[in-house]
């Protein structure tokens, strides 16, 4: 961070320098890769080790400040102690097919997550950095979102024709394209705009900088969004899966300024409730 600040708690510290050391790797391959892509060699094989290796010594400089917590990470998944107390959860590249294309929008996402109660947890912290950008969003629980040095705030904006809104198109692998369409047609005709920038991470950290007013995905996985949910709420914005549930246990996401949180989780329920009026009972 420029500048120490002094409302870094210990653990935040820790992550802060860990997501830079990873960044500036991460930086040295990404300018690799653009030059890969140049001799039109196929640069897959080092973009996915780029991502283990930044995994790797993130979870070296992780382990080493505090050897009590566990993991959840991307590639390596789940682990450490069963009946962990804390746990890192960890995107090491968030945006990776951003990343492998030569576009300069992907980021480290480290969540800091407390065990509550039985079967119970929260996401008490949270650490986006954009290396590209040198933008570092970070928040922890009561305390504020910050970039870099300065504190965050969601937008103000009430009216829809106004709203620009950013949202992930379902890729391949991910089901759901049908509600994605559905949610698509409903808003398209009601907003200034919307994005996909492909960084889920990222997306939530612009949306508690107030440069999108709101953000929903369906199907993302803990370490795309527990980071950046902790940032946007502590940017005063608001974040439910469509329903109102639980957007991190359900991995559904509806995110947005105050005001327009309900107008989006409206658009994208009905997306949902759209495709299954049209399934055959049971399936
Ligand atoms: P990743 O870059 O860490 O894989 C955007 O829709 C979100 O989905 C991103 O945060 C991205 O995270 C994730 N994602 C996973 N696989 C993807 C794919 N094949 N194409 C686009 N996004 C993908
Ligand atoms: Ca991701």
Redesign the pocket.
Known sequence: MSGASPRLSPALNVVVSAVRKAGRRLLRDFGEVEQLQVQSKAPGDFVSEADMRAERTLREDLSRARPGFAFLM?ESGASGDKDWEWRWVV?P?????NFLHGIPH?AISVGIEKRTGEGKSEVVAGVIYNPAADELFWAEKGMGAFLNDRRLRVSGRRDMTQALFAT??????VPRKGEFVQTLARLMPQVSGIRRF????LDLAWLAAGRYDGFW?LG?NK??IAAGLVIVREAGGYASSPDGGDAYAEGNVVAANPHLHPRLREAVSEGIAAVAARRPEGA
């Open positions: 991307e995107d590249l968030d945006g990776t097919t992907w992930g198109i379902p890729f391949a692998a492909g960084s889920a991470a995905e993302l370490w795309d």
